[in-house]
């Protein structure tokens, strides 16, 4: 019981730290800090969210279910502090005594906003928790493992592409990184069973072919 609250405990821990660090990031100058506002604010970092949790569930149904519900909570902290930041802050132009006099709280925009993005979670979360279980337990795991990377080296590439001609040289250089790494988590992934299997073998049957049979002792009638 014990470890089944530290595991949902950590879960919501873990959805409030990357919903909030992505806002709370953006307008920093130092660009270690910006790359990891990249990263937090990325796609695949919040599939990554989702498929590590449920790695951690005991059941594929506690997976979907620790994969959504985090994935939600991730929404609503990224939202709350972009509304406290004044993302959603309006302006009525048709006010006389001027639009600056007119600023109100947009609802529907952020309601609009994370109600699409809620749903997006819920769609999402359950694919990606039970896809981090199977990665762990199931029988056929190495698919599972490519999610992420998967993931990961499609969004990078598509970025690159459409703005990589124009972006800052940190953006650049962060989604460069990030593709560069997932290609190799794709390779890890794959040579995995190999690996595996290989060090599976007994010694004897791996050494076989290398060691030389030894001469049979002789019999007396070779004496």
Wanted: charged share 10%; aromatic share 10%; net charge positive.
């Amino acid at each position: 019981m014990r470890s089944t609250w530290f595991v949902h405990g950590s879960a919501v821990a873990a959805a409030v730290l990357l919903g909030v660090s992505g806002p709370l990031l953006m307008t920093a100058q130092a660009w270690p800090v910006q790359a990891a506002h990249l990263v937090l604010s990325a796609g695949w970092s919040w599939a990554a969210l989702a498929f590590g949790l449920g790695t951690r569930a005991r059941s594929l149904a506690g997976s979907a279910a620790l994969g959504t519900y985090a994935l939600v909570i991730a929404v609503f902290a990224y939202y709350l502090v972009k509304a406290a930041q004044g993302q959603f802050e309006t302006m009525d132009m048709s006010d006389p005594a001027g639009p600056a006099a007119a600023t109100y709280f947009s609802w529907h925009g952020f309601l609009s906003a994370t109600l699409l993005w809620s749903l997006y979670a819920c769609l999402l979360g359950p694919l990606l928790g039970m896809a981090g279980y199977a990665a762990r337990r199931g029988p056929c795991r190495t698919p599972y493992l490519w999610v992420v990377p998967a993931v990961a080296v499609a969004e990078t590439t598509l970025r690159l592409g459409a703005e990589g001609a124009w972006a800052d040289p940190v953006v650049v250089a962060t989604w460069t990184t990030v593709r560069v790494l997932a290609v190799l988590a794709l390779a890890a992934a794959t040579a995995r069973p190999f690996v595996l299997r290989l060090r599976s073998r007994p010694a004897s049957t791996r050494d076989h072919r290398d060691t030389p049979a030894r001469p049979a002792p002789p019999t007396p009638e070779d004496r």
